[in-house]
């Protein structure tokens, strides 16, 4: 079992930046890659971006590509999401995931989830 803790989020104004943290109690196979999604009220869960434990290799939304930035640090087991020059639209609870599968941007993909933390950008 991995339990993912994130946290970070909050109230800002439009341009603002955030940065998320999401804390994984340990790294297996099952849990080799990791992805940050969000859920805005009445929409989807969507992708936000993914990376490799192993590689580092990246992978993101359309959306947020050029504003936001997903990075980890092994020796800490923690995934970190930089997010520059945040928009209304950005809205949303947001999830750290974690699976097997690289780069994927299905949720049903990841077996493991956060609770989520809520990030809210004022116009």
């Known amino acids: 079992q991995v339990q993912l803790a994130e946290s970070g989020g909050g109230l800002v104004q439009a341009g603002d930046s955030l940065r998320l943290s999401c804390a994984a109690s340990?790294?297996?196979?099952?849990?080799?890659?990791l992805g940050w999604f969000r859920q805005a009220p009445g929409k989807e869960r969507e992708f936000v971006a993914a990376?490799?434990?192993?590689?580092?290799?990246?992978y993101y939304a359309d959306s947020v590509k050029g504003r936001f930035t997903i990075s980890r640090d092994s020796a800490k087991n923690t995934v970190c999401l930089q997010m520059n020059n945040l928009k209304p639209e950005d809205t949303a609870v947001y999830y750290c995931?974690?699976?097997?599968?690289?780069?994927?941007?299905?949720?049903?993909?990841?077996?493991?989830w956060g609770q989520g933390t809520q990030v809210t950008v004022s116009s």
């Open positions: 995931a974690a699976g097997p599968l690289y780069g994927s941007r299905r949720p049903n993909d990841y077996n493991y």
């Open positions: 340990r790294r297996t196979f099952s849990s080799r890659a």
């Open positions: 990376i490799s434990w192993s590689t580092g290799s990246t």
